[in-house]
Protein backbone atom coordinates (compact mmCIF):
# COMPACT_ATOMS: atom_id res chain seq x y z
CA UNK A 1 0.00 0.00 0.00
CA UNK A 2 2.71 2.31 0.84
CA UNK A 3 4.45 1.80 -2.79
CA UNK A 4 1.12 2.92 -4.45
CA UNK A 5 0.79 5.59 -2.33
CA UNK A 6 4.41 6.84 -3.11
CA UNK A 7 3.58 6.00 -6.82
CA UNK A 8 0.60 8.12 -6.99
CA UNK A 9 1.92 10.88 -5.42
CA UNK A 10 5.29 11.07 -7.45
CA UNK A 11 2.89 10.81 -10.62
CA UNK A 12 0.93 13.78 -9.17
CA UNK A 13 3.61 15.98 -8.17
CA UNK A 14 5.29 15.09 -11.56
CA UNK A 15 1.98 16.71 -13.60
CA UNK A 16 2.28 19.97 -11.24
CA UNK A 17 5.58 20.43 -11.87
CA UNK A 18 5.43 19.91 -15.53
CA UNK A 19 2.17 21.52 -16.03
CA UNK A 20 0.48 18.56 -17.06
CA UNK A 21 3.17 17.57 -19.71
CA UNK A 22 4.53 21.36 -20.48
CA UNK A 23 7.46 21.76 -18.50
CA UNK A 24 8.78 25.37 -17.20
CA UNK A 25 12.34 26.46 -18.98
CA UNK A 26 14.50 29.16 -17.71
CA UNK A 27 18.46 29.28 -17.96
CA UNK A 28 21.13 31.46 -16.53
CA UNK A 29 23.74 32.96 -18.74
CA UNK A 30 23.43 30.12 -21.30
CA UNK A 31 25.45 27.82 -19.14
CA UNK A 32 24.52 27.14 -15.64
CA UNK A 33 24.01 23.77 -14.41
CA UNK A 34 22.88 22.66 -11.62
CA UNK A 35 21.68 19.72 -9.88
CA UNK A 36 19.49 19.61 -6.18
CA UNK A 37 16.34 18.41 -4.49
CA UNK A 38 12.32 19.22 -4.14
CA UNK A 39 11.19 17.96 -1.24
CA UNK A 40 7.42 17.83 -0.02
CA UNK A 41 6.74 20.21 3.18
CA UNK A 42 3.40 17.97 4.01
CA UNK A 43 3.46 20.74 7.06
CA UNK A 44 3.61 24.00 5.42
CA UNK A 45 1.43 22.76 2.30
CA UNK A 46 -1.15 21.21 5.53
CA UNK A 47 -0.85 24.97 6.31
CA UNK A 48 -1.20 27.02 2.99
CA UNK A 49 -3.97 28.98 2.77
CA UNK A 50 -4.96 29.01 -1.05
CA UNK A 51 -4.15 25.19 -1.31
CA UNK A 52 -1.12 25.21 -2.57
CA UNK A 53 1.95 22.12 -2.63
CA UNK A 54 4.30 23.34 -1.01
CA UNK A 55 8.45 22.32 -1.64
CA UNK A 56 11.12 23.37 0.08
CA UNK A 57 14.09 23.39 -3.00
CA UNK A 58 18.00 23.51 -3.15
CA UNK A 59 19.66 23.47 -6.22
CA UNK A 60 23.41 23.71 -6.63
CA UNK A 61 25.33 25.28 -9.51
CA UNK A 62 28.25 23.13 -11.16
CA UNK A 63 31.33 25.25 -10.83
CA UNK A 64 33.84 26.23 -8.09
CA UNK A 65 34.13 30.13 -9.90
CA UNK A 66 32.88 33.28 -7.92
CA UNK A 67 29.43 33.45 -9.87
CA UNK A 68 28.76 29.69 -8.38
CA UNK A 69 26.22 29.19 -5.89
CA UNK A 70 22.94 27.48 -4.46
CA UNK A 71 19.52 28.78 -4.94
CA UNK A 72 17.62 27.42 -1.74
CA UNK A 73 13.94 28.66 -1.02
CA UNK A 74 10.11 27.32 -1.26
CA UNK A 75 8.26 25.78 -4.11
CA UNK A 76 4.48 26.55 -4.46
CA UNK A 77 2.00 24.30 -7.00
CA UNK A 78 -1.35 25.54 -7.02
CA UNK A 79 -3.25 23.43 -9.37
CA UNK A 80 -5.72 25.51 -11.57
CA UNK A 81 -8.21 24.17 -14.42
CA UNK A 82 -6.23 26.70 -16.71
CA UNK A 83 -2.42 26.76 -15.74
CA UNK A 84 -0.87 25.44 -13.21
CA UNK A 85 0.16 28.08 -11.01
CA UNK A 86 4.09 27.83 -9.81
CA UNK A 87 5.81 30.16 -7.32
CA UNK A 88 10.04 29.91 -6.34
CA UNK A 89 10.92 31.93 -3.89
CA UNK A 90 14.09 32.18 -2.17
CA UNK A 91 17.79 33.10 -2.16
CA UNK A 92 20.98 32.59 -4.20
CA UNK A 93 24.85 32.63 -1.95
CA UNK A 94 27.60 32.30 -3.51
CA UNK A 95 30.15 29.16 -2.34
CA UNK A 96 32.40 31.91 -1.34
CA UNK A 97 29.59 33.39 0.88
CA UNK A 98 30.31 36.88 -0.61
CA UNK A 99 27.26 37.21 -2.33
CA UNK A 100 23.98 36.91 -1.77
CA UNK A 101 20.53 37.93 -3.98
CA UNK A 102 17.04 37.24 -3.06
CA UNK A 103 15.33 35.26 -6.59
CA UNK A 104 11.89 34.48 -7.37
CA UNK A 105 10.23 33.47 -9.76
CA UNK A 106 6.10 32.80 -11.35
CA UNK A 107 4.70 31.87 -14.15
CA UNK A 108 1.55 34.14 -13.90
CA UNK A 109 1.15 37.21 -16.08
Not at 43 to 65: P, V
Not at 66 to 76: A, Q
Request: net charge positive; aromatic share 14%.
Amino acid sequence: MMIFASVFTYAQTSNLIMNDGNSYVGKIDDKAKMSGTIIFNSEKTKNSKDESKIYDLKFSEKGTGKHNGIFSGELSIKKSSDKNQLKFEGTWINYGNTMKFPFYFNNQK
